[in-house]
Nanobody
Framework: QVQLVESGGGLVQAGGSLRLSCVASGIIFSIKTMYWYRQAPGKQRELVATITSGGDINYADSVKGRCTISRDNAKNTVLLQMNSLKPEDTAVYYC?????????WGQGTQVTVSS
């Protein structure tokens, strides 16, 4: 059974930083592409960052230059370091991966950025 558990969200002032963590189980983590998504109130869920098993990385234009995704295969963990946070970054952030059984999501972690 695939489980993804996010942590690290919180309330931060604009310009601040947060580091989100997602611990995965039930998968061979090292071979999986991992994703961070976010969903703001009243908006669709959007892809924030991707990291492949080989370390290829992509970011949404909205976070490029402010966020860094990384992975620690020894700890089955994917991280999202977010700097220079803006109020528009306020959202629930979700970890995601995909298997032959479909999409797998964590419970999400709330990030709130005050102006």
């Amino acid at each position: 059974q695939v489980q993804l558990v996010e942590s690290g969200g919180g309330l931060v002032q604009a310009g601040g930083s947060l580091r989100l963590s997602c611990v995965a189980s039930g998968i061979i983590f090292s071979i999986k592409t991992m994703y961070w998504y976010r969903q703001a109130p009243g908006k669709q869920r959007e892809l924030v960052a991707t990291i492949t098993s080989g370390g290829d990385i992509n970011y949404a234009d909205s976070v490029k230059g402010r966020c860094t995704i990384s992975r620690d295969n020894a700890k089955n963990t994917v991280l999202l370091q977010m700097n220079s946070l803006k109020p528009e970054d306020t959202a629930v952030y979700y970890c995601n991966t995909r298997t032959i059984k479909g999409n797998h999501w964590g419970q999400g972690t709330q990030v709130t950025v005050s102006s």
